[in-house]
């Protein structure tokens, strides 16, 4: 009887541990050999169980409710909030071209709009400092619109690098609408969409990486035309598919008005 009481607890806790990862934030890898050439380490990364996955669809269950309320959203059609909004535009220069062409839909649907541009910016920058909450507590926006990521596509073990920064960015951003607008790779990254996303939640993350661009000299930033076909593509996603539906009905004319730019300078 105890021999199979010890079995019991053994598998017990074996179910326990792998919950408990299936649910957690990072991936765990294991060293199991070196490489003769470079000398450095191989890993194998742990699969996750489909425990998580299995209770988040799970739509009456409570416990799975909890878990998944950041991005939680009834089958039936969202009532789009059609009222004015304060838009905070805000991250790093990708955002450039978008802000051109975001300054007509606010103009054409009766928005506000102000831009922030920190040059060279990160996820670290942005989590390390309260530059955001700053800015949320100066213009008091009803929306915001973060773009954010495309420094950070090559970092290696990104995940646990950066997850508290993006932490500490949603803190800042607290209980305030807001889209997370992901880097227009131009590469596969090694990791910074799939922790973005994994922190927001679907419904709050527009995926540029998977768009096609036509790049500036750089071979990085999207050229004003393809810049301006992405914001036609975040603005009907946010329409038809985001957490939060505005009204941002396409355009019919250019708007003369400023985007109420800010710009800071590299951290040096």
Do not use: C
């Given at each position: 009887m105890k021999l199979i009481s010890h079995i019991v607890s053994m598998l017990l806790v074996t179910i326990g541990l792998l919950t408990f990862y299936s649910f957690s934030d990072y991936d765990l890898k294991v060293p199991y050999s070196k490489d003769e050439k470079s000398g450095q380490l191989k890993y194998l990364e742990l699969k996750k169980s489909e425990f998580k996955k299995f209770i988040l669809q799970i739509p009456d269950n409570a416990i799975g409710k909890r878990i998944a309320v950041r991005d939680t959203i009834k089958k039936e059609n969202i009532e789009m909030d059609t009222t004015s909004q304060k838009i905070l535009l805000?991250?790093?220069?990708?955002?450039?071209?978008?802000?051109?062409?975001?300054?007509?839909?606010?103009?054409?649907?009766?928005?506000?709009?102000?831009?922030?541009?920190?040059?060279?910016?990160?996820?670290?920058?942005?989590?390390?400092?309260?530059?955001?909450?700053?800015?949320?507590?100066k213009y008091k926006p009803t929306y915001i619109f973060l773009v954010l990521g495309a420094n950070e596509?090559?970092?290696?073990?990104?995940?646990?690098?950066?997850?508290?920064?993006?932490?500490?960015?949603?803190?800042?951003?607290?209980?305030?609408?807001?889209?997370?607008?992901?880097?227009?790779?131009?590469k596969d990254d090694t990791g910074i969409n799939k922790l973005i996303v994994k922190n927001v939640g679907a419904k709050r993350y527009f995926p540029s990486k998977n768009l096609s661009y036509k790049r500036t000299k750089d071979g990085a930033h999207p050229t004003k035309t393809s810049a301006s076909a992405w914001m036609d593509s975040i603005a009907v996603w946010i329409m038809k598919e985001s957490m939060y539906p505005i009204l941002l009905n396409k355009p019919t004319v250019k708007s003369k008005l400023s985007a109420n730019v800010t710009i800071l300078q590299p951290i040096r």
């Open positions: 805000i991250g790093d220069s990708m955002l450039e071209g978008l802000m051109l062409r975001l300054k007509d839909y606010t103009a054409f649907n009766k928005h506000d709009m102000n831009t922030v541009i920190w040059y060279s910016s990160s996820t670290a920058w942005y989590g390390n400092s309260d530059t955001l909450k700053y800015f949320i507590n596509l090559f970092i290696t073990d990104i995940i646990t690098k950066r997850q508290k920064f993006v932490k500490n960015i949603l803190k800042q951003i607290g209980n305030h609408k807001y889209v997370w607008i992901g880097p227009p790779n131009w």
